[in-house]
């Protein structure tokens, strides 16, 4: 069964550094391009990026570029999405979610990593 | 980038009616279109890819059409667990991925 997992909630302050993380299992992790997801409360959804764990591809949405990190350590089948210096806009739910392949819909989704930056 | 717009933004449906989303695309996108269903709290979960390939464990009662540019998820006869918000996607010119902004199906 594809499972993807997702790092616990953060409640962070602006300013601060945050990582979180996206653990598959089920299935070849290195074969599958893993995206981020954010869904601001209330809001609907928005594509940031993808990563091919096989190579460390990454490719960003320009709204995202540069705000985000996108990387990927395929030994433990994890993909991160990290920020430097958060700010209250970053508040959201974050999905990782598997596509099917490159740039195509996705199959399976993470059940989401809710980030608070608050002062 | 290609936006997407999706219509009606909330749609108040009877259980056992039938009901009708639309998803427009800003330019075309051949049939790269999916469909996700998200039930509050939860991850959304594909339904349709392809414009009209159901999703594994995708009931039949959901059938995608697509006309141009035009796309239509259709829901036969709505179950009390079809109340959702319903997101278009496309995937055909990339980076970025671009999502509708969604059509919540209530109960009227």
């Known amino acids: 069964e594809v499972q993807l997992v997702q790092s616990g909630p953060e409640v962070k302050k602006p300013g601060e550094s945050v990582k979180i993380s996206c653990k598959g299992s089920g299935y070849t992790f290195s074969n599958y391009w893993i995206g981020w997801v954010r869904q601001m409360p209330g809001k609907g959804l928005e594509w940031m990026g993808i990563?091919?764990?096989?190579?460390?591809?990454?490719r960003y949405s320009p709204a995202f570029q540069g705000q985000v990190t996108i990387s990927a350590d395929r030994s433990i089948s994890t993909a991160y999405l990290q920020w430097s210096s958060l700010k209250a806009s970053d508040t959201a739910i974050y999905y990782c979610?598997?596509?099917?392949?490159?740039?195509?819909?996705?199959?399976?989704w993470g059940q989401g990593t809710l980030v608070t930056v608050s002062s | 980038e290609v936006v997407m717009t999706q219509s009606p933004a909330t749609l108040s449906v009877s259980p056992g009616e039938r009901a009708t989303l639309s998803c427009r695309a800003s330019?075309?996108?051949?049939?790269?279109l999916a469909w996700y269903q998200q039930k509050p709290g939860q991850a959304p979960r594909l339904l349709i890819y392809y414009a009209t390939t159901r999703a594994s464990g995708t009931p039949a009662r959901f059938s995608g059409s697509r006309s141009g540019t035009e796309f239509t998820l259709t829901i036969s006869s709505l179950q009390s667990e079809d109340f959702a918000v319903y997101y278009c996607q496309q995937y055909n010119n990339w980076p970025p991925l671009t999502f509708g902004g969604g059509t919540k199906v209530e109960i009227k």
């Open positions: 330019q075309s996108v051949s049939s790269n």
């Open positions: 979610a598997r596509h099917e392949s490159e740039g195509d819909w996705i199959d399976y």
């Open positions: 990563i091919y764990p096989g190579d460390s591809d990454t």
